[in-house]
Nanobody, 115 residues
Framework: QVHLVESGGGLVQAGASLRLSCAASGSIVRLNTMGWYRQAPGKQRELVGTVTSGGNTIIADSVKGRFTISRDNAKNTVYLQMNSLKPEDTAIYYC?????????WGKGTLVTVSS
C-alpha cells in the first residue's frame, strides 16, 4: 500500500555532499518513523538514521557529525543530508518507514564515493 521512492544518489568525490530524498505515497495513514539504512556489497544492512513524526532523530555513530536526517510531514518525505563523504560511505541507501503494523522499504539508491 505504501510506496517509498528514493532519489539523490550518484557518484561523487570524497569530501563532497549529497542530499537523499525519500517520498512516500499510497495508502498513508501514519508513518511514525522514517529513516535510512545502507548496505555495501558483501556487508549487512546497517542503520544510518531515523526521524519520528515529532522530529526526534537518531544518527549512527559512524556518520554522526557528517550526516543529518529530517522530514517534511506535509510532503511525506524524509531527507538525508550527507556531508564530507568518504569512500567507506559507498553503499546502496534504502529508505525505511514504520507504523504500528508494517515496515516499508524503498528499492534503494546507490551512493558511490571515489577517493
Amino acid at each position: 500500500q505504501v510506496h517509498l521512492v528514493e532519489s539523490g544518489g550518484g557518484l561523487v568525490q570524497a569530501g563532497a555532499s549529497l542530499r537523499l530524498s525519500c517520498a512516500a505515497s499510497g495508502s498513508i495513514v501514519r508513518l511514525n518513523t522514517m529513516g535510512w539504512y545502507r548496505q555495501a556489497p558483501g556487508k549487512q544492512r546497517e542503520l544510518v538514521g531515523t526521524v519520528t513524526s515529532g522530529g526526534n532523530t537518531i544518527i549512527a555513530d559512524s556518520v554522526k557529525g557528517r550526516f543529518t536526517i529530517s522530514r517534511d510531514n506535509a510532503k511525506n518525505t524524509v531527507y538525508l543530508q550527507m556531508n564530507s563523504l568518504k569512500p567507506e560511505d559507498t553503499a546502496i541507501y534504502y529508505c525505511h518507514a514504520l507504523n504500528s503494523a508494517m515496515n516499508y522499504w524503498g528499492k534503494g539508491t546507490l551512493v558511490t564515493v571515489s577517493s
